[in-house]
């Protein structure tokens, strides 16, 4: 059955007011949408880059009423009628496609973004923040495990709210991308004094209800994150190898309580098959030449490297693992990377074999691995046609809809309560 894109739609009757901050082209706002949700401020800036390319989607997809295409700094203060704040804010400084001694945390020139997610909190408190991360997040950075979450809940509880953490992967929930990563939820407090951390992590928190957990693998653990921001900055887990923030959590009231859980796999699964476009609407330079097969079969094999470092001349061995070649159509696919563009051949890039040959993943099917509509990012606001490279980009940069859906819902659910 050939695959269908789902659209997007404004709610008629929405259950609650949007902000989103580092907006992308729009993936938050789609799948809060389609939960009921009405987007009336958004925010998206790329200060690395004098063509605003994502905020030029966005705005040919949404229009200009209601975003601002500036730096976050300058956003004085969100719109007083916000229930709920979300946002992917960006992860380089986190992210796994950094080098250990190169992932500077929360003092790295985007990780300190974060403060100005605070900033804009403390001046409005927001019913509900839904943020999203890389799953390295938990364990960041390199020399002190754990110390950056650690701030970042230590700070947002201290404007009065109960926060949950999860790391997802998407296709365990039946979606066609194994992209993981961590989900945070925060509540605001009206009172702390019934709450139940291991019932919040196993069935009654937003998370829990939203996304299904099978059963805990191991105990609780409890985090005392009671002392104040700057002692937490310069003392947290010093000398410890492993972060102590596990795949799941809420804190309460300054502790923390974090477990090892198993998700609730979903009964019906999609995979890398089920979003590709048919052979004949692919463009002729999706397909790989023959005689450059060797060259993608080399890169994604198994492989050791002799290196010299730069600076100390010190010789060693650079190893890497075989990947699958091609990529398995009955599987879910790898996470999209920014990179995923351009025809040179990668290691991390998508190639599949179809009946007429092998092949790169086409734009629409790196949309649809993230549940956009068909040609979303298509479009500039001026007309123009963007290139498939920076569309590649900005779906390795994006979240899989389908997820923020499901937890929209149930903070809809929840929003007559607060």
């Not at 063509?51 to 719109?79: C, M, R, W």
């Not at 900055?233 to 809420?250: D, H, I, Q």
């Not at 060797?294 to 650079?318: D, F, M, P």
């Amino acid at each position: 059955m050939a695959y269908k894109s789902k659209g997007y739609k404004e709610p008629t009757n929405p259950v609650g007011n949007v902000a989103e901050l580092f907006a992308g082209v729009g993936g938050f706002r789609i799948g809060l949408a389609r939960a009921g949700w009405k987007t009336t401020f958004s925010n998206q800036w790329e200060p690395a880059t004098k063509v605003q390319h994502a905020s030029d989607v966005y705005v040919a997809q949404f229009g200009e009423d209601g975003h601002a295409n500036t730096d976050i700094a300058k956003v004085k203060s969100l719109p007083k009628n916000i229930d709920l704040l979300v946002g992917g804010f960006p992860c380089q400084d986190y992210s796994v496609a950094k080098t250990l001694n190169s992932s500077k945390g929360l003092k790295g020139k985007k990780g300190v973004l974060w403060w100005e997610i605070l900033r804009l909190v403390n001046g409005q408190k927001p019913k509900f923040i839904f943020l999203e991360n890389v799953d390295r997040l938990l364990k960041s950075p390199s020399n002190q495990r754990g110390r950056d979450f650690a701030v970042m809940l230590k700070t947002l509880g201290d404007e009065g709210y109960t926060i949950e953490w999860r790391v997802v992967n998407a296709a365990e929930y039946g979606f066609p991308q194994r992209r993981i990563r961590v989900f945070i939820v925060a509540t605001r407090n009206k009172s702390t004094k019934n709450l139940n951390p291991h019932d919040l992590i196993a069935k009654k928190g937003i998370l829990a209800r939203a996304l299904p957990i099978e059963k805990f693998m191991e105990d609780l653990v409890e985090i005392d994150l009671v002392q104040d921001a700057d002692e937490i900055s310069s003392r947290f887990n010093k000398g410890k190898e492993k972060s102590p923030f596990l795949n799941a959590g809420v804190l309460i009231d300054g502790i923390a309580y974090t477990v090892k859980t198993q998700a609730k796999l979903s009964g019906s699964v999609e995979v890398l098959g089920d979003v590709l476009q048919s052979d004949s609407e692919v463009p002729g330079e999706y397909w790989v030449e023959e005689k450059r097969l060797k060259e993608w079969k080399y890169l994604k094999g198994a492989k050791s490297i002799e290196r010299t470092h730069k600076a100390s001349g010190v010789t060693y061995n650079y190893a890497e693992g075989k990947m699958a070649f091609p990529d398995l159509l009955t599987n879910p696919s790898r996470t999209i990377l920014t990179g995923e563009g351009g025809t040179t051949p990668s290691r991390f890039k998508h190639i599949i074999k179809t009946k007429n040959g092998y092949r790169r993943l086409t734009p629409i099917e790196l949309e649809r691995l993230n549940g956009f509509p068909d040609n979303w990012s298509l479009k500039a606001s001026d007309g123009k046609t963007v290139s498939d490279a920076k569309r590649a980009f900005f779906m390795g940069n994006a979240l899989v809809i389908g997820l923020i859906e499901k937890v929209g819902k149930v903070i809809a659910a929840d929003i007559s309560t607060k």
